[in-house]
C-alpha cells in the first residue's frame, strides 16, 4: 500500500510540470501566430488611435515576459481571464460548453472501447479465417478515414437519404427547456426531473456524433486487442483450460480478454487526447455547441485568454485521465510500483 501511494504521489507531480510547459508553449505560440486580436475585433478599417487604445486597454502593448507573468500569476489563483471579444469570464464560457463535450466524448469512447475490444477478440479467435481478415481491413480502413468526412457521410445517409436522424444540434428546442437545466449534463438533467421524452430526444442527437467519434478511434482497438490476444490464446493456462473442458467461449472471453486487457487500459488514457482532437470536428460537423466548437471559432478571432483557457482545461482533463489510468493500472499490476 505503501508503494501504491508513493507512486500515485509522484504521478501527480510529474503532472504539474508537464502542464506548465504547456501552458508556455499556448501563451508563446498564439502571440507569435499571424493576426492581431485588436484589429479581428475591430476590423480592418478602425483607426490606428482606437486600436492603440484598444491594446492598451487590454495589455497586449506590455512585454511579452510582464503578460506572461501575469498569466501564470492568475492560472495559479484560478482565474482564467476575460474573453477579449464578449467581455465574458473565460471560466463562464467554459462551464457552458464543458458538458457538451464531455457526453460526447464519453459516448465516443464507450462505442470506441465496446465495438474495438469485441471485435479484436473476435478477431483473434477466428484467426486465419475471412472474418478475421475482415475485422483487420476494418480496422486500418476505419482509422484512416477523416473524422469530418465520416460524420458527413454519416449525416448523408442516416440524415437526410433515410431521414432517421438529426444531423445537428445537441437536443430539439421544442423537447428540451432550460427551465430544469441545473448541471449541463443533458442526460442527467433529464433524469433528475424524470421527463423519459427529453432524454430520448438527446440520446437520439448524441448518436451520429458520438458513432462518428467512436467509429474513427476503434481501428486502433481492435488491433490492439487481437494482438495481445494471439499472445494470451497461447499460453499454457489457456492450454490447460481447454483440457479441462472449460467452454471456449468462457475461456476467450472471460478469461483470455481479461489477461490481455492491460494495454488495452494503457491506451485508453492515450486516446482520451485523441477524442478531444477528434471533438472538435465533430462538433463543428454536427454543430454541437461544445468547447471544441468554441475553440474553434475563437481561433479565428484571436480571442487570446478564451483559446488559453480551452485548451488548458483539455489539457487537465487529459492529464488527469492518464494520471487516473496509471492508478488503476498500478492496482491492477503492482510490479509497475517499484
Given at each position: 500500500?505503501?508503494?501504491?501511494?508513493?507512486?500515485?504521489?509522484?504521478?501527480?507531480?510529474?503532472?504539474?510540470?508537464?502542464?506548465?510547459?504547456?501552458?508556455?508553449?499556448?501563451?508563446?505560440?498564439?502571440?507569435?501566430?499571424?493576426?492581431?486580436?485588436?484589429?479581428?475585433?475591430?476590423?480592418?478599417?478602425?483607426?490606428?488611435?482606437?486600436?492603440?487604445?484598444?491594446?492598451?486597454?487590454?495589455?497586449?502593448?506590455?512585454?511579452?515576459?510582464?503578460?506572461?507573468?501575469?498569466?501564470?500569476?492568475?492560472?495559479?489563483?484560478?482565474?482564467?481571464?476575460?474573453?477579449?471579444?464578449?467581455?465574458?469570464?473565460?471560466?463562464?464560457?467554459?462551464?457552458?460548453?464543458?458538458?457538451?463535450?464531455?457526453?460526447?466524448?464519453?459516448?465516443?469512447?464507450?462505442?470506441?472501447?465496446?465495438?474495438?475490444?469485441?471485435?479484436?477478440?473476435?478477431?483473434?479467435?477466428?484467426?486465419?479465417?475471412?472474418?478475421?481478415?475482415?475485422?483487420?481491413?476494418?480496422?486500418?480502413?476505419?482509422?484512416?478515414?477523416?473524422?469530418?468526412?465520416?460524420?458527413?457521410?454519416?449525416?448523408?445517409?442516416?440524415?437526410?437519404?433515410?431521414?432517421?436522424?438529426?444531423?445537428?444540434?445537441?437536443?430539439?428546442?421544442?423537447?428540451?427547456?432550460?427551465?430544469?437545466?441545473?448541471?449541463?449534463?443533458?442526460?442527467?438533467?433529464?433524469?433528475?426531473?424524470?421527463?423519459?421524452?427529453?432524454?430520448?430526444?438527446?440520446?437520439?442527437?448524441?448518436?451520429?456524433?458520438?458513432?462518428?467519434?467512436?467509429?474513427?478511434?476503434?481501428?486502433?482497438?481492435?488491433?490492439?486487442?487481437?494482438?495481445?490476444?494471439?499472445?494470451?490464446?497461447?499460453?499454457?493456462?489457456?492450454?490447460?483450460?481447454?483440457?479441462?473442458?472449460?467452454?471456449?467461449?468462457?475461456?476467450?472471453?472471460?478469461?483470455?480478454?481479461?489477461?490481455?486487457?492491460?494495454?488495452?487500459?494503457?491506451?485508453?488514457?492515450?486516446?482520451?487526447?485523441?477524442?478531444?482532437?477528434?471533438?472538435?470536428?465533430?462538433?463543428?460537423?454536427?454543430?454541437?455547441?461544445?468547447?471544441?466548437?468554441?475553440?474553434?471559432?475563437?481561433?479565428?478571432l484571436r480571442d487570446y485568454p478564451?483559446?488559453q483557457g480551452v485548451i488548458i482545461?483539455?489539457?487537465?482533463?487529459?492529464?488527469?485521465?492518464?494520471?487516473?489510468?496509471?492508478?488503476?493500472?498500478?492496482?491492477?499490476?503492482?510490479?509497475?510500483?517499484?
Open positions: 500500500m505503501r508503494n501504491l501511494i508513493r507512486y500515485i504521489i509522484t504521478r501527480t507531480l510529474m503532472t504539474i510540470p508537464m502542464v506548465f510547459i504547456l501552458l508556455t508553449i499556448i501563451f508563446v505560440v498564439l502571440r507569435l501566430m499571424p493576426g492581431d486580436p485588436v484589429s479581428s475585433m475591430l476590423g480592418g478599417h478602425a483607426p490606428e488611435r482606437v486600436i492603440e487604445q484598444k491594446r492598451e486597454e487590454l495589455g497586449l502593448n506590455r512585454p511579452m515576459t510582464v503578460q506572461y507573468v501575469d498569466y501564470i500569476w492568475k492560472i495559479c489563483h484560478l482565474d482564467l481571464g476575460d474573453s477579449m471579444v464578449l467581455q465574458q469570464k473565460v471560466t463562464d464560457a467554459i462551464a457552458e460548453k464543458l458538458p457538451a463535450t464531455i457526453e460526447l466524448t464519453t459516448f465516443g469512447m464507450l462505442i470506441t472501447i465496446v465495438l474495438g475490444v469485441f471485435l479484436g477478440a473476435y478477431a483473434a479467435d477466428k484467426r486465419r479465417q475471412a472474418r478475421d481478415s475482415a475485422i483487420r481491413l476494418y480496422g486500418i480502413v476505419i482509422y484512416c478515414i477523416p473524422v469530418y468526412w465520416l460524420g458527413l457521410m454519416l449525416q448523408l445517409i442516416f440524415g437526410v437519404w433515410f431521414d432517421w436522424l438529426p444531423i445537428a444540434g445537441r437536443t430539439g428546442a421544442r423537447v428540451f427547456t432550460s427551465d430544469f437545466e441545473n448541471t449541463g449534463f443533458y442526460i442527467i438533467d433529464t433524469l433528475l426531473v424524470w421527463d423519459l421524452e427529453s432524454l430520448k430526444d438527446v440520446l437520439i442527437h448524441l448518436i451520429l456524433p458520438s458513432f462518428t467519434l467512436g467509429l474513427t478511434l476503434s481501428g486502433i482497438f481492435v488491433r490492439l486487442t487481437r494482438a495481445n490476444m494471439l499472445d494470451v490464446l497461447k499460453a499454457d493456462y489457456i492450454l490447460a483450460a481447454e483440457a479441462r473442458g472449460i467452454s471456449h467461449t468462457n475461456i476467450v472471453y472471460r478469461h483470455a480478454l481479461k489477461n490481455a486487457f492491460i494495454p488495452i487500459l494503457t491506451m485508453m488514457g492515450l486516446q482520451v487526447a485523441l477524442l478531444m482532437a477528434g471533438a472538435i470536428l465533430t462538433e463543428t460537423t454536427f454543430s454541437w455547441p461544445g468547447m471544441g466548437r468554441l475553440l474553434l471559432e475563437r481561433i479565428y478564451m483559446i482545461v483539455f489539457a487537465l482533463i487529459v492529464a488527469f485521465i492518464s494520471l487516473l489510468v496509471d492508478i488503476i493500472y498500478a492496482i491492477v499490476d503492482p510490479r509497475i510500483r517499484y
